[in-house]
């Protein structure tokens, strides 16, 4: 296991974790394992534009049934501005066609591929989202 996935496999053995976690590589865009009891996306999403966003939490719907969560760890804002940096905004947009979110639109954007935000939990300059199936 090589690059990404390895350095959190240590990360997750150095905390004394690695018997309540697992680490697959493979790519969001493909089936992922199903059944965790939730899904980590932290830093994802504002890489990538609407249409492949979808298409990644779509994946992590999938995998999570409907007893999962996908948890989105992103900066995002909930007093209806339109993004939190509009510095990180241009500079996504130039290097992956990405964007930042409000938590406005992030929720639009669950909303097409079945979730809704059940918290939000602020993490110093991001927040943790939790995405769910609707009840």
């Known amino acids: 296991m090589a690059g990404p996935a390895a350095a959190a496999e240590r990360a997750i ?3 004394g974790l690695a ?3 697992d680490v697959v590589a493979g790519s969001f ?3 992922l394992p ?3 009891g939730g899904y980590v996306l932290s830093a994802v999403i504002h890489d990538w534009d609407d249409a492949d966003d979808g298409r990644i939490l779509g994946r992590c719907a999938e995998a999570a049934g409907p007893d999962g969560a996908v948890l989105v760890v992103e900066s995002v804002t909930s ?3 339109e993004s939190p940096s509009t510095e990180m905004d ?3 947009l130039t290097y992956v ?3 930042e979110r409000s938590l406005d639109q992030l929720t639009d954007l669950a909303a097409t591929v079945g979730l809704r935000v059940t918290s939000v939990t602020p993490a110093r300059y991001r927040s943790i989202i939790e995405l769910q199936p609707p009840d």
């Open 34 to 36: 199903a059944g965790a």
């Open 13 to 15: 053995g150095a905390a």
């Open 29 to 31: 865009f493909e089936s």
């Open 79 to 81: 007093d209806g501005a």
């Open 90 to 92: 241009l500079r996504m």
């Open 19 to 21: 018997d309540r976690a």
């Open 97 to 99: 066609r990405g964007r």
